[in-house]
């Protein structure tokens, strides 16, 4: 599959359908950091996917880590990072299932180690979405710190619109059905191959 080409517009469901046996093969730990404990292969078989568009996205905590200003860039990852290649895509849809353009993203996550930058911008930054709805975030899966289940830090607003903060998860991590902030209508329909997680989740705002 040509990485750079925007993916099929799949419904949440499809492609979580799609990707059901393939997440088996989801190997999230093979980054070697210190992760702490090790996802076993197994897709959550009771996820409730989100609906395509309809209903807002859940909102979650902003967590203690969030850092305004963040730079505008699609690609968090840099060199000599630990940690598995992850591309994120998808779209941010209006209830009515257009697609939203210009609407800002700002991703902040973890390392490979579980750790946040809390003093520069190190996995942070914000981009925004084509005139499809589209957006595409190339960075590595976070690794897991104490208390939490893996997890990608979100907010998301359109143009002159309020601010959703919220959190992407992954599915088949064994934190997520003991993380009381977990909510699996926020996973992301993500799947391995050559090494690389592809993963996607769209935004209703
Ligand atoms: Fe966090």
Redesign the pocket.
């Given at each position: 599959m040509d990485a750079d080409r925007p993916a099929p517009v799949l419904t949440r469901r499809q492609a979580l359908a799609a990707s059901a046996s393939v997440t088996a093969g989801l190997v999230i730990a093979a980054c070697g950091g210190s992760d702490e404990g090790d996802p076993v292969a197994a897709p959550d078989a009771t996820v409730e996917p989100t609906p395509a568009c309809g209903e807002h996205t859940a909102e979650q905590t902003e967590?203690?880590?969030f850092t305004p200003d963040s730079p505008e860039r699609t690609d968090l990852a840099e060199a000599g990072m630990r940690g598995v290649p992850l591309v994120l895509t998808g779209r941010v849809l209006a209830t009515d299932c257009r697609p939203i353009r210009g609407a800002l993203l700002d991703f902040?996550?973890?390392d490979g180690f579980g750790a946040?930058d809390n003093r520069g911008y190190r996995l942070r930054g914000h981009q925004f979405t084509d005139g499809d709805g589209n957006y595409r975030l190339t960075t590595i899966v976070?690794g897991l710190?104490p208390g939490?289940t893996r997890?990608?830090?979100v907010k998301a607003q359109r143009r002159g619109g309020t601010v959703l903060t919220t959190?992407l998860y992954f599915p088949g991590e064994p934190a997520n059905g003991s993380d009381g902030i977990f909510d699996p209508a926020l996973l992301i329909a993500a799947l391995e191959r050559d090494g690389e997680v592809r993963g996607r989740f769209d935004f209703v705002l």
């Open positions: 967590g203690p880590f902040w996550q973890a946040y976070p710190y939490r997890h990608i830090h959190q």
